[in-house]
């Protein structure tokens, strides 16, 4: 299993994902593959997501699938089975970190304050999920964040879109950005798999020296 450092260096921008009907997840894999991105996050935040990400995992064997919003140990368990490649939580608890560790198993805790980052390091967590990242405070927020903690590295959600995305990924501890602006709940739920497509296209163009400059 790749570590999460590995995953999100090959995967920088990650779209987070809400999916209320469980046929909608192969024509999304799709129209993401096609514009040239191989890694989603289906949060958890629906009665089909479980299903979605057994669906993606089984049907896209070359995706990197995967799991938001995991809450508690048993969904840990349960995504690991259905095949999701990695896991994110927007804060952490004992059980969850708990779990993690002990499957070994490529995860992104939630923090967003010092303490929050300081006690994740602590548990061997080093590459952490930012969240929620705009009402947190942003990317000035995490350019402060830089020099005192300087081995923790970052993955932002909440809050980015095409006009500040590469604010966060100009910073030296912004590993990878996720989000649903280009996969919107709505714009899954109306079909608009081509106009996906063509949007992560150009995110794709635009960012793809974004960790380069
Ligand atoms: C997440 O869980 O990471 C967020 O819900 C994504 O935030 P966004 O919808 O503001 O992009």
Same mark, same amino acid.
């Given at each position: 299993?790749?570590?999460?450092?590995?995953?999100?260096?090959?995967?920088?921008?990650?779209?987070?994902?809400?999916?209320?009907?469980?046929?909608?997840?192969?024509?999304?894999?799709?129209?993401?593959?096609?514009?040239?991105?191989?890694?989603?996050?289906?949060?958890?935040?629906?009665?089909?997501?479980?299903?979605?990400?057994?669906?993606?995992?089984?049907?896209?064997?070359?995706?990197?699938?995967?799991?938001?919003?995991?809450?508690?140990?048993?969904?840990?368990?349960?995504?690991?089975?259905?095949?999701?490649?990695?896991?994110?939580?927007?804060?952490?608890?004992?059980?969850?970190?708990?779990?993690?560790?002990?499957?070994?198993?490529?995860?992104?805790?939630?923090?967003?304050?010092? =303490?929050?980052?300081?006690? /994740? $390091?602590?548990? #061997? &967590?080093?590459?952490?999920?930012?969240?929620? *990242?705009?009402? @947190?405070?942003?990317?000035?927020?995490?350019? =402060?964040?830089?020099?005192? /903690? $300087?081995?923790? #590295? &970052?993955?932002?959600?909440?809050?980015?879109? *095409?006009?500040? @995305?590469?604010?966060?990924?100009?910073?030296?501890?912004?590993?990878?950005?996720?989000?649903?602006?280009?996969?919107?709940?709505?714009?899954?739920?109306?079909?608009?798999? @081509?106009?996906?497509?063509?949007?992560?296209?150009?995110?794709?163009?635009?960012?793809?020296?974004?960790?380069?400059?």
């Amino acid at each position: 299993m790749d570590d999460i450092r590995d995953i999100l260096n090959s995967n920088l921008i990650v779209p987070v994902v809400i999916l209320d009907r469980v046929e909608d997840t192969a024509p999304l894999c799709e129209a993401l593959l096609q514009g040239g991105i191989q890694a989603i996050e289906i949060t958890l935040r629906t009665e089909a997501a479980m299903a979605a990400i057994g669906e993606a995992a089984r049907r896209f064997p070359d995706m990197t699938v995967g799991a938001g919003t995991l809450l508690n140990a048993d969904q840990v368990k349960q995504v690991m089975d259905l095949g999701a490649k990695f896991g994110v939580s927007p804060g952490s608890t004992p059980a969850l970190l708990d779990a993690v560790s002990t499957n070994e198993f490529p995860f992104l805790p939630g923090g967003s304050t010092m =303490s929050e980052f300081m006690a /994740l $390091a602590e548990a #061997s &967590f080093v590459v952490q999920k930012f969240f929620p *990242a705009g009402p @947190a405070g942003g990317p000035a927020f995490l350019r =402060s964040v830089a020099s005192p /903690l $300087a081995d923790i #590295s &970052f993955y932002p959600t909440g809050g980015i879109n *095409a006009d500040n @995305a590469a604010d966060y990924l100009s910073l030296p501890n912004v590993i990878a950005v996720g989000g649903s602006w280009f996969v919107s709940a709505d714009r899954i739920r109306d079909g608009g798999w @081509a106009q996906i497509t063509n949007d992560t296209r150009d995110i794709v163009k635009r960012f793809s020296n974004a960790k380069n400059c």
